[in-house]
């Protein structure tokens, strides 16, 4: 109670402290979830000329059309490939956010998804399959890169009264890629069957931006002073990030983190389970994870087509209906930080799984029944986007603002070098719950 008034007092905190840190977020985000989430819609569009570059690629080569449950697992491979790429990515993403640096984590990924790219885009000339395969992969181990390293990233250049607010841009990222993949693959840009590998290998368009632009911006200032121990450059990062009069606290909070992890043998993500002071904490945030990754949303992403078909969408109007759940999530991403403060995160996230639950039984029992009546395949629709929109306001944006809390209520229990030795095993825990859920 008695913080209260001097949350309401600090209005001018709640600004970003300097356009370094806002453009930083950009150059961040813009090949870190944003891609995650454009290579989670741009595969929608070109279902149908897929599979006609899938059946022509057999028959030239085997001299027999393929077999359609054979095209069907085929198919299956490429969409659900990505997620396998996605596991392997946030695997080594914590890893490489030590040994490379974040910052030179995002951009060594870049590569990646360059050579990706590459291999999707000469996957229709070659005439080999395989190699779209291989892209859509190496495309996933990409995002599970970013979605490690970019939360990490962000929450260690924001001063603390911004995590939660830094937290809520990558969500805006990844849904803002999701629509951009959305627009991309309509017919009037990139949708034509002739264009579909280059639509495919666009994703290089974001690796080469933040390879222009994130070079520009500082380290993060954790891993400068803790990691590498050059305490001249966090002094110049966070002055950069934070302004020369406000650099001061931050510096501060890292040399406590410094001193406290002084002689502190780092655990290994395992040994996590084991310690008492966090085991709440890492079972808070692999049960949070998984619930909205296992929730169905990405279900609905990479088998949209399939679903709007079955309800009864005609071919030529399923892009731009595609194209309206990209907007509902984009839209929920902007609005649900207002909701936050009046509504609470907890009544969000149990109100919007309860509401999950209540449009997936809607739009089961439609798409089983919808012969019987016209209006039943616009209930399946309708119930698509109200199960859209029920995620986003609820666990997606809810569960983004909330994490980053819970790792810092570990810091509130006495258990500082813990944390600062946990906060990036944690982050591992977190972008693998992803790409498992992804699969």
Known sequence: MESQPLLRGSSARSKLPSWTLFLAVCAVGIGGTFQYGYNVSIINAPTQ??????????????????NPDLLTFLWSVIASVFSLGGLCGAVVGGSMAIRLGRKGALLMNNIIAMLASILMGISFPTGLFELLIAGRFLIGINSGVGICVQPLYLGEVAPKHLRGGMAMGSSIFLTGGILMGQIIGLRELLGEEMYWPLLLSSSCLPAFAQLLFLPWFPESPRYLLIDRGDELSCVKALKRFHGSSEYGREMEDIQRESFALDGVKAKKPWQLFTDRAVRWQLITVIVMTMGQQLSGINAIYFYATYVFEQ????????????????????????TCGLLIDYVGRRYLIIGGYLLMTLWSIVLTFSLTYQEL????????????????????????QTETVLLPGVLTGVLLHGCFPLLCNSRDKKQIFSGNQKGISQA
């Open 373 to 396: 009546y016209p209006w039943v395949p616009y209930v399946s629709m309708t119930s698509i986007f109200a199960f859209i929109l029920s995620f986003g306001l609820g666990p997606e």
């Open 49 to 66: 000329h897929i599979h006609r570059f899938l059946n022509e690629t057999w028959t030239n080569r085997y001299h027999k059309a393929l």
């Open 311 to 334: 309800a009864g969408i005609s071919a030529e109007q399923i892009p731009y209906v595609t194209l309206g759940t990209g907007a509902c999530e984009c839209l929920t991403a902007l």
